[in-house]
């Protein structure tokens, strides 16, 4: 592996470790053994490295919430889920303090909040196919409350589970958070959709 990767690599696992405020790049080229000058040869400070950091999970998102508009199952969206909380979970520094990072870095703000956009618009998507095949019956006014919440949910997880368990950020129940999402849907799945969820549940909890 390549220097400049080792350094992307190095550097996400500190800030998911520590809190990237917490983490310098003096740390960073310690933990690699390598000089800060080498560092600064490749990534002129620490915000350059948040940068293609960032670059990546926007990317990788952005792909994953692309979700076509075609008939969606319960299973499909189970699997969305659980594929959207893995890439925060791998880029997990960003929700860990998120407020404080999006802060001081307005540029990532608005980037970060077009991802947000994102996951409502999937989340519709989703939950409006479950509807078209009369799986849920929910109006759209509920359907995007719904979408809200899910949305909500799957932005502070991470957050909730580390302080209400004392998770470390390694040890964090994925399955849980993706059970949550789903719950939320539940008060609207009509009764062989809310059969086939508990079915779901029972073997993927």
Not at 60 to 73: G, K, R
Not at 83 to 106: C, G, M, T
Request: aromatic share 10%; glycine share 2%; with cysteine.
């Amino acid at each position: 592996m390549k220097t400049r990767e080792r350094i992307i690599v190095t550097s996400l696992a500190l800030f998911n470790q520590f809190g990237e405020p917490n983490v310098t790049t003096l740390q960073i080229a310690d933990e690699m053994d390598i000089s800060p000058g080498n560092l600064y040869y490749h990534y002129k400070n620490k915000t350059e490295i948040l940068s293609e950091l960032f670059n990546r999970y926007e990317s990788q998102m952005m792909e994953l919430l692309d979700v076509p508009e075609v008939e969606i199952s319960l299973e499909d969206q189970w699997l969305f889920l659980h594929l959207v909380f893995e890439k925060i979970a791998e880029f997990r520094f960003l929700y860990q303090d998120l407020v404080n990072v999006l802060s001081k870095h307005p540029k990532i703000a608005n980037r970060f909040k077009r991802i947000l956009d994102k996951k409502l618009t999937a989340s519709i998507t989703i939950l409006s196919s479950l509807q078209q095949q009369r799986l849920l019956e929910a109006t759209d006014q509920e359907i995007k409350a719904t979408c809200h919440s899910i949305v909500l949910t799957i932005t502070y997880w991470i957050s909730y589970e580390m302080v209400s368990r004392g998770a470390d950020g390694d040890a964090i129940d994925l399955g849980k958070g993706v059970f949550q999402v789903m719950s939320l849907m539940v008060p609207y799945l009509r009764n062989d959709a809310r059969t086939h969820f508990q079915e779901m549940s029972t073997t993927y909890l």
